[in-house]
């Protein structure tokens, strides 16, 4: 099992920037890969990014290209989501995942986090 709890979210103005946090607890965090996906209102969750277990390998997906990095700290048990140039459409509850593999697809991440709110006023 692994427990996964995000913070940072919050209320910012359109061009602003946010660094969500993803803490674990429970099995080898670096064992993991590890996913940022994001749920607006009416709306699927959608994929956002994905980083390795080593931290080697990250992908995003195109809304977030050049605007949202993707980090980890494993002796922390941390994974973060740096976003820059928010845009109102960028509101959404954002959530962390693990996976066993590195992967863009909800059906891969075996756990999840509780998420945080973060909206993106313009």
């Known amino acids: 099992q692994v427990q996964l709890v995000e913070s940072g979210g919050g209320l910012v103005q359109a061009g602003g920037s946010l660094r969500l946090s993803c803490a674990a607890s429970g099995r080898t965090f670096s064992s993991y890969a590890m996913g940022w996906f994001r749920q607006a209102p009416g709306k699927e969750r959608e994929f956002v990014a994905a980083?390795?277990?080593?931290?080697?390998?990250?992908y995003y997906a195109n809304p977030a290209k050049g605007r949202f990095t993707i980090s980890r700290d494993n002796a922390k048990n941390t994974v973060y989501l740096q976003m820059i140039g928010l845009k109102p459409e960028d509101t959404a509850i954002y959530y962390c995942a693990a996976s066993d593999g590195l992967g863009s697809s909800r059906s891969e991440y075996d756990y999840w986090g509780q998420g945080t709110q973060v909206t993106v006023s313009s």
């Open positions: 980083i390795s277990w080593s931290g080697g390998t990250t």
